[in-house]
Every structure is written in C-alpha cells, then in structure tokens.
C-alpha cells in the first residue's frame, strides 16, 4: 500500500460509512418527500443523520443545512452575507490565507463594487485580531476567517475575531470555514461566536459530495436553491440520502483519541523530517494533522512526483491548486528558494509510523539523485 501522507485533501472512506452508503442505496432509498411509508422512513433516517452530526458539532440539528461540499457552503455564506447586508454597506473582511472557495467568491464581489481588506498572516501563519479590529467599519457586513489553515494547520483566532466584532458593535457576519478544524479541534460554532459556518464530509472519512452548513438560529439568510422546498428551504433538491448515511457514521466512528494519535505521529515525523539536511520546517501546525516542510532548491511538484513513483503521497499545498503557487505559502514571505521546495504533509487515522519512514526514505532518495536548483 502507498503510503498516503495527504489527509488534508481528501481522506479513504471508512468502513462504517461505506457500509451506511450502500444501506442508504439498496434498502433504504426511498425520497424523503414521498408521503408514503418508504419515503416517511428515509426522511426519519435523514433526520437522525442530522441530530448525530449536531451532536459531534455541538449544535442544534435545526441549525445545520446538508450541502454538495466545503466550497459549495463558503461560495453560500460569501454571497448569503452579501445579500444579506445589502442595505448595510459593501465592505468585507477575510485573510490572505483562506480557501479559494472563500477568496473567489469575494473576488467576485469586489468585481461587482465591494470593498476587501485582506488580513496579512505573520511568519507562523497566523491573522492578528488588533488587525481585525482596526479593519471594522460601519459598512462592513462579512468576516470570514477559516478555523484551521488547510496548507499550514495554524489555528486561527475565530473566537477573539467573534468577540472584536461584538466589542465594535458591528452588525457584520462572522463566517468560519472549519473544513479543516471539524473532529480534529475541540469547538462548538457557540463558543467560536460565528454565525455561519462550513464543513465538509470527505475530509473526515466520508465521500465526496457531502457537506454541511451551519447557520446560527434565528439568522435569515436567502435560500441557496429555489424548488421543493427540501432542507427546510434553504437548499431545495433531493436529499443525498447515502452521503448523509455516511457522514453520520464518519462522524460517529471517529473516535476521540485520534487527534491525540495523529498528533503524536506528526511529532514523530518532524523529528525525523528535521534530521535530513537542509529540510526546513515551514510550519508545525497547530493542529494535529497537517504540517509543512521544504528542501529549499528542489521545485515541490519534481518532489511530489518523485515521491509518487516510490509509492509516498505528499501535496505541494491545496489540491485546488492544481500545479499552481500556493498564495498560502506565498503570503509568509517565504525565501524563494524555500518557496520553491514546500510540501505539505497531513496525516489521518490509518497512518503509521512505517508511512513516515517511507516519506523520510523517499526524500532522501529524491535528494540525492537529483541536483538542487
């Protein structure tokens, strides 16, 4: 088996999801909206689904929408809180550092007239709320700050920015995407103090084209698709009965040591990963399960393949990237030589030490076969 260090861009599916998925697909596939028993019993099942991930994110199951996927809820709270303080002005705030899904869609915004301050992390990766609080103005009507950085795993101050919005008395939306955070980090959306906020299922073992979106009680947002009325609603289409079977059950069989055993793992990989010459690490992560590092000179996506073909799988930064610079790593003010080199490493359940090994034995070759730019 490869040894696959790549959590942070999608995770294997778990057993137990796997098996609710084909439950959900070949005996109880009846349509939620059907008035008939089949169909009242899939809608019972839905519902159950939804109070079991409210109750590992630490929420009431009314709050929480189902939706395709991370990108699909942050486009949703961008655009939702857009409309949303229409009347109130055009001025958002978000970092340099957030998914592309949360920076395209206020790029989009900009386009249309909005105005965007982009909060600069410092060195270790992380925003300042004394920056926040400087940014706030009576216009603004979005924050939106991601819980843990998906290229650095740095922990980012969601709660501190919720209170500096309340401190200043604005009535601007605090969004969090905590794609990266859920399971992995201890939080509720409660005591972060957001408004909205993003998840997505295959980050934690369950498939793609299942997320869920957080949306505070008593926040009226517009509707993100117009039709059947289904998710009481807000997002009209028949529910994905099999990827909602399956984000329950990831959810319930994530067990509460693994971000204990992850982390122990990822220590153990920077021991060794710092012993090799001249490898940097460019962030340790807050936390438990992503890191970055570089061999400064040898260009990330020659490094990424080289350790494909021994079997070792490792990003250059976010998949949505797709061979392109990362603005993540861009926005530290790296060297070039060290930007140039930069790999992230994320880690899950199912890793081992002996994954480590191969990684730490993989670059070792790479290194030594090839000279340095």
């Known amino acids: 088996m490869p040894a696959y260090l790549d959590n942070a861009a999608t995770t294997r599916v778990c057993p137990e999801a796997a098996r609710a998925a084909l439950e959900a697909m070949t005996e109880g596939f009846g349509n939620p909206s059907a008035r008939y028993a ?95 609080r400087a940014a706030l103005r009576e216009d ?60 997505s299922g295959h980050k934690l073992r369950a498939p793609k084209g299942i997320g869920v979106q957080y949306i505070r009680k008593g926040l009226n947002l517009k509707p993100l698709l117009l039709g059947g009325g289904q998710e ?37 990989a920077l021991e060794a990963l710092s012993a090799l010459p001249g490898l940097e690490i460019v962030s340790r992560g807050d936390a438990p399960h992503i890191c970055a590092v570089s061999l400064p000179g040898y260009p990330s996506e020659m490094l990424v393949r080289a350790l494909s073909d021994l079997g070792v799988y490792v990003s250059s930064g976010s998949a949505c990237h797709k061979g392109k610079p990362s603005h993540v790593f861009a926005a530290l003010g790296l060297p070039k030589r060290t930007l140039m080199g930069v790999l992230r490493i994320s880690f899950g359940p199912d890793n081992t030490r002996e994954d480590v090994d191969a990684l730490v034995d993989g670059l070792k070759q790479t290194a030594a076969s090839r000279v340095s730019l």
């Open 38 to 132: 089949a169909g009242q019993a899939a809608a019972a099942r839905v519902a159950e689904h939804r109070a079991a991930v409210a109750c590992r994110l630490g929420c009431d199951p009314a709050e929480l929408t189902f939706t395709s996927c991370g990108t699909e809820g942050d486009n949703w709270a961008v655009r939702a809180a857009a409309e949303h303080g229409r009347r109130q002005g055009r001025h958002i705030i978000t970092t340099a550092i957030e998914h592309a899904a949360v920076l395209e869609p206020v790029k989009a915004l900009a386009a249309q007239g909005y105005e965007v301050t982009y909060l600069k992390p410092d060195r270790a990766g992380r925003v300042s709320v004394d920056e926040l």
């Open 140 to 199: 603004t009507v979005l924050v939106s700050m991601m819980l843990v950085n998906n290229e650095l795993g740095t922990l980012q101050p969601v709660a501190q920015a919720a209170q500096a919005i309340r401190d200043a008395g604005s009535p601007a939306l605090l969004h969090c995407d905590a794609v990266q955070g859920f399971l992995k980090v201890p939080f509720t959306p409660a005591r972060l103090g957001v408004d909205m906020l993003t998840l």
């Open 232 to 268: 009481s609603g807000l997002r009209s289409g028949t529910e994905p009965t099999a990827q909602i079977a399956a984000l329950a059950a990831a959810c319930d069989s994530w067990g509460e040591d693994y971000p204990a055993r992850i982390g122990s793992l990822k220590e153990y």
